[in-house]
């Protein structure tokens, strides 16, 4: 490609995504010898939701009572569709990886006996340090080029397309195995650092066939001041809820599951962090939470004393657990060469029908990252022959086809608004109910072949194009996914179905664009059948946890309470 019509590279493996399961990714490919390019929709280091905040992780010792007492909780939890060995090498990897992490320089906190506590990681500092490990290991690195499509043969996937934001130019990596790990699709909803998230690589992924699991697991918000963007809610059990007269309405401690959606479905709420009544306790939190308080600090309101709207913000598949479907313990897809990590990934094997977020999700991007970039390494070196030798072809479809030179340019601004009028409402994707569902998934299906147009010429109006397809995709899958599932389990609801239905112990499986199909995962998946067989000794040890914490006086799932100190 000259460099007026674009620019070509070719590579074994292609990562597309730079949050930190692309970084993982990218270094454990290299680090098998591969030759790897790295392409972000953003900068590599500083986009996506982790690099502006900090995250918890599962950092737990290796104490085989503790963790399996941890893993089996969380195994229940999970409406019995996680997988405990899945967990627990998540716990072993976590603890192997942040070793490595620390001796490439990230200054774990150390407690009063010098040992680091490796169960948080700040932001910044984090990925940061993945951009310079990524760099020293050789990846080619490309920022602000988002990916538009995988490029395939009857063999595979072998590589992608996308479009530089810096120039404009188009570019093409060629490369015998693919790594997507563009993250989840929180729909533009505007928390932070989810700008980018908009399912791109679900969208790609399935334009060759891909089978994604566990979409109906997506029912998840995250409070926010109505006039800001950070999603860490955790600070708001020291809160005091009001209606807009003033009335109080919840008062301290965790606020019952669904008092949010509720309280904001009838009218204004607000909040202020009353109960951190002391000059010690408001600068614990402060310095505990830096990244809760920018946006009131900017707007010059005292939380502590001074009341502020909330809301709550959609986060999609993002906190949810759906993803691309995983067929081995190397993170592989339903299609050859293509491996999946982080977000984009299902996490239903260590969360189940319960929401990752935070320390769960965090892990699971390093393991995850870590597996398929070595093994997408192996694939690709394995193969005998460059990619460049195979006759590739673009499988980009929706906003991208030659043959819609001729069709009424995509209205982008529409479409997203459209989807964005059946997920973010409460009454629709908070309170599920079946009728309800049918209708939205009905317009939902009326509105994808608008996403059939010609694409914009701008550079944003190409992406935006693409990130607007991706959003109708996942909005109808999700829903597809949620009528199937005639049962409450987890994260999922249905109203006619209040109950968890031990015949449905199975994970979901939906592909398709055009039309879309539904199907229980095979039942020859033993371990989602632990829960129906005799538990052995080591389930039916009761669970250990953690002393009650000091400041919300609960006693916590081991797993998240450790990760959290």
């Known amino acids: 490609m000259s460099k007026t019509d674009g620019w070509s590279l070719e590579a074994d493996v292609l990562v597309i995504g730079g949050g930190p399961a692309g970084a993982w990714a990218a270094w454990s490919a290299a680090s098998q010898g591969a030759k790897v390019v790295l392409a972000d929709k953003g900068y590599l280091g500083s986009s996506g939701a982790t690099a502006p905040g900090g995250t918890n992780l599962l950092y737990l010792p290796p104490d085989q009572e503790l963790r399996e007492a941890a893993v089996q909780q969380r195994y229940r939890e999970s409406g019995y569709l996680a997988e405990p060995d899945w967990i627990h090498r998540v716990l072993d990897q976590v603890y192997s990886s942040l070793e490595l992490v620390e001796a490439w320089g990230y200054p774990f906190v150390r407690d009063e006996e010098g040992t680091p506590m490796r169960d948080h990681l700040q932001g910044p500092e984090y990925m940061k340090l993945m951009r310079r490990a990524v760099a020293k290991a050789g990846v080619r690195i490309l920022d602000q080029s988002p990916a538009l499509e995988l490029l395939a043969d009857e063999h595979g996937v072998g590589g992608a397309r996308g479009i530089s934001r810096l120039d404009g130019s188009s570019w093409e990596v060629k490369a015998n195995s693919v790594v997507m790990a563009t993250g989840g699709c929180a729909f533009l909803s505007k928390g932070l650092g989810c700008n980018v998230l908009t ?132 993170c592989a897809t339903t299609v050859a060469g293509l491996y999946a990590a982080g977000d984009a990934a299902t996490r239903e094997r260590v969360t189940g029908a319960k929401s990752g ?50 069709a009424a340019e995509i209205d982008n601004r529409a479409v997203v608004e459209a989807v964005q009028r059946e997920v973010f409402p409460y009454e629709i994707n908070y309170f599920r109910s079946e009728p309800v569902l049918q209708q939205s998934l009905k317009r939902l299906h009326e509105l994808w072949p608008e996403v059939h147009g010609r694409a914009p010429a ?27 599932r005639k049962e409450t389990r987890g994260m999922h609801t249905l109203a006619q179905y209040p109950d968890q239905d031990p015949a449905q112990q199975y994970r979901l499986l939906v592909s398709g664009l055009d039309r879309i199909a539904v199907r229980p995962e095979s039942a020859s998946s033993a371990p989602l059948a632990a829960a129906q067989r005799p538990q052995t000794e080591a389930e039916a040890r009761p669970v250990k946890t953690v002393p009650p914490d000091s400041f919300s006086g609960r006693a916590a799932d081991p797993l998240k309470e450790v990760a959290r100190r």
């Open 199 to 330: 399912g791109d690589g679900l969208l790609m992924a399935s334009e060759l066939g891909a089978d994604l699991s566990g979409m109906e697991f997506s029912r998840q918000y995250a409070p926010s001041a109505a006039f800001g963007t950070v999603t860490r809610g955790r600070l708001l059990g020291w809160a005091t809820y009001t209606a807009e007269d003033g009335t109080v309405l919840y008062s301290g401690g965790p606020r019952p599951h669904d008092f949010l959606p509720r309280m904001l479905s009838q009218g204004p709420v607000y909040a202020v962090l009353d109960k951190a009544d002391t000059p010690e306790k408001q600068a614990i939190l402060r310095s505990s939470h830096a990244i809760f308080f920018l946006p009131y600090d900017r707007a010059g309101i005292d939380p502590f004393t001074q009341r502020f709207p909330l809301t709550l913000r959609f986060e999609g598949t993002v906190r949810g657990t759906g993803g691309l479907r995983l067929v081995d313990d190397d």
């Open 357 to 406: 977020g935070g320390a769960f999700n965090a892990s699971w991007a390093i393991c995850s990252g870590t597996w398929s970039g070595g093994a997408a390494a192996r694939f690709a070196l394995a193969q005998g022959r460059s990619a460049s030798s195979r006759h590739l072809r673009p499988a980009g479809r929706s906003g991208l086809e030659a043959g819609a030179q001729r």
């Open 458 to 484: 701008s550079v944003q109006g190409k992406v935006r194009a693409r990130e607007a397809a991706a959003m109708v995709a996942t909005a109808r899958w999700m829903y597809t996914a949620a009528l199937a």
